[in-house]
């Protein structure tokens, strides 16, 4: 599509998917009329250059472009509007989403505008179409919703982290567009691993909390959704900088591009949330308490002193019961703590010092071998 002859509504506009990702379907969009998406987009601004174009292709859309681009693409403006990420989930700020790792201004898929992705393999193989769920944009995420197995991240073969060949029929085996390797079969294995009750108990109480309900009383009180996923994404945040035991500490690094151990994290998330669940005797309460104390010690050993006030100051927006846990546990840390830190490097990690900064916190999934 040259942008001098741009058409001012496309030929070929496929219907999108109810829980498919804004970006997914121009992607298909695109394919439908054999253009990139860098030029769908060029040539929308040629017929629309009075209407700024977002910084995302997934998040916060004005009423101008949503009416230019239901015009443009011959699809209600209502359906457009629902698959915004802003009025799915409008109780979900600040929210931590995956990302692509660094791609240039030139890049033909807009990567830099678009929300990174895991997918499950099941999924693509029956979709009528290939497109991302927008589930599957959650790092605290690791199972599909559907089928209960472990999502995937990447193309095992090459590494392409934006795999799939959006706008292809869904056949048997699905192929990665850059190198032509399956991303489907069990023969590949998971990039996530075997998903645990742990896992399970967050991701479960997480996806709730994504739509603004609050958990199950009986595991956190009265906690709501927004105070639990702020808890979840503050501790991914955070631990996302450090090195995991098995990893040398030059595996991590400021992009976030060696994250092997985004599973092992929220195994840590996940023995904070259950460790701070009410006790119904006494005796249950004080062996919880000094677990609990332990664990947020570990958790409290890898941090910096500004690190540790930044995490008590995000801890006002936690539930309470894990805000009680995190206090006690600073007491402690305060007395014990050693002047230097073994796990500090010459690596920037910037904490929670971002924590309000940015709509979308980089972080960024990487393959795991098994």
Known sequence: MKTASAPSQLPFAPRPFINELFSSWMLRIADANCVSLQELMLGFQCRHPDVPCPNSLDWGFSPAFLKAMARFCRTPISTLHSLDLRTRLPQAENVLLLRFRAASDQCLRLRKQRVGYAFCPTCIALQPYVHVRWDWAFPALLRCHVHKSPLRHGCPMCGEDDPLPFGAPAVASILCWSCGAHLTGASLGSHVGHVNGTHAVVERVYRVALRGTSPDYALLGEATGTQFRRFVDDLLQLLAWYPSPELSPRSTDPQNLHLAFRKEILAIVGALVLNAAPASEPNGRNVKFREGLTLWLRVLALLSQREAEWIETASDLWPSALRQRLNSALD?????????????????????????SFEFRDFTAANEVE
């Open 332 to 356: 402690q840390h305060e007395r014990s703590r050693s002047r230097s830190s073994p796990f500090r490097s010459t690596f920037f990690r910037p904490g929670l010092k971002y924590i309000n």
